[in-house]
């Protein structure tokens, strides 16, 4: 009996592994998936995507293609850490690792480093709702950043502000809270912002093109993007939310001529140099929760 009962448990024990395995995995592809949607998508303004580079002279589609190859591991193995509970500090390591293997797959570009933050809590996260069998929900995903991390991401905030970099910068200089703020509040720009907007619009009929570009042009005209600051400061952050907020209220994608209000403040944005990165990370970080909440429930 006592052998059976040891079989019975190395086997419940190696399905249990599999499905880990499994959905890390499927975490991973999700994460992924959602960043190259991102990538994608037209006209976003001031940003690369497969038309163009938008306000980038170094960096084109090609280059967030190979950033996103040498990613593809960093999100199982992220997520695989979230199902065993880690801490921040080996999430911040994995991460690091990451980094290295991005600026290396990019000749020293920096391609996907706030994504490489904010998906990666994200994608630990979803790990860890995994593994304690709960649903991937707003409330969940929210709740484990917060009681499993924030702490440690407050500490490592005071510690780490004499080598800030320039996102952190901007931040403490606009007095907005930047990624690192984002996560410290288990995000609010995706769950409380993006999200909403994204169902809204795709209840109302948006094909994910639409529903995608509505959601961006909400968090462009409600997020104080730190990129856009540090290329165009007040004035063009001003600029980017005033244009942003306008499209909105004429419509959005549902109005005619959209498109082309669209192309005109990408055009509008290159030419002033203005690249909303951070509104990008969010806006990925919103469908690949979306992604996770339609595939894993």
Request: hydrophobic content about 45%; overall charge positive.
């Amino acid at each position: 009996m006592n052998h059976l009962h040891q079989n019975a448990m190395a086997v419940a024990e190696s399905r249990a592994q599999q499905d880990a395995h499994r959905n890390a995995r499927h975490i991973s592809l999700l994460a992924v998936r959602s960043l190259y949607q991102e990538l994608a998508l037209y006209p976003k303004p001031g940003l690369v995507s497969f038309r163009d580079n938008g306000a980038h002279r170094d960096m084109n589609a090609a280059t967030f293609v190979r950033s996103l190859f040498s990613l593809r591991g960093y999100f199982m193995t992220i997520a695989a850490a979230g199902m065993r509970e880690a801490k921040f500090n080996e999430l911040q390591q994995l991460g690091v690792a990451a980094e290295t293997r991005m600026l290396r797959a990019t000749s020293g570009i920096n391609t996907h480093r706030g994504a490489i933050f904010t998906h990666g809590i994200l994608a630990a996260a979803a790990g860890c709702a995994a593994a304690r069998n709960l649903p991937p929900s707003d409330e969940s995903l929210r709740a484990i950043v917060t009681a499993n991390w924030s702490r440690d991401l407050r500490a490592i905030a005071v510690a780490n502000a004499a080598t800030a970099s320039h996102g952190q910068l901007m931040a403490a200089r606009h007095g907005v809270s930047g990624a690192r703020g984002e996560a410290l509040l288990a995000f609010p720009s995706v769950f409380e912002s993006a999200l909403p907007a994204l169902r809204s619009v795709l209840a109302r009929g948006a094909d994910t093109r639409q529903a995608l570009l509505h959601t961006f042009f909400v968090l462009l005209a409600g997020t104080p993007d730190t990129n856009v600051l540090f290329r165009g400061g007040a004035g063009g952050l001003r600029f980017i939310q005033a244009q942003a907020t306008d499209f909105l209220e004429r419509g959005s994608v549902f109005e005619t001529g959209w498109q082309g209000r669209a192309e005109s403040l990408h055009r509008q944005c290159s030419l002033r140099n203005l690249s909303p990165g951070g509104c990008a990370d969010l806006l990925a970080a919103a469908w690949f929760v979306h992604q996770l909440q339609s595939e894993l429930q």
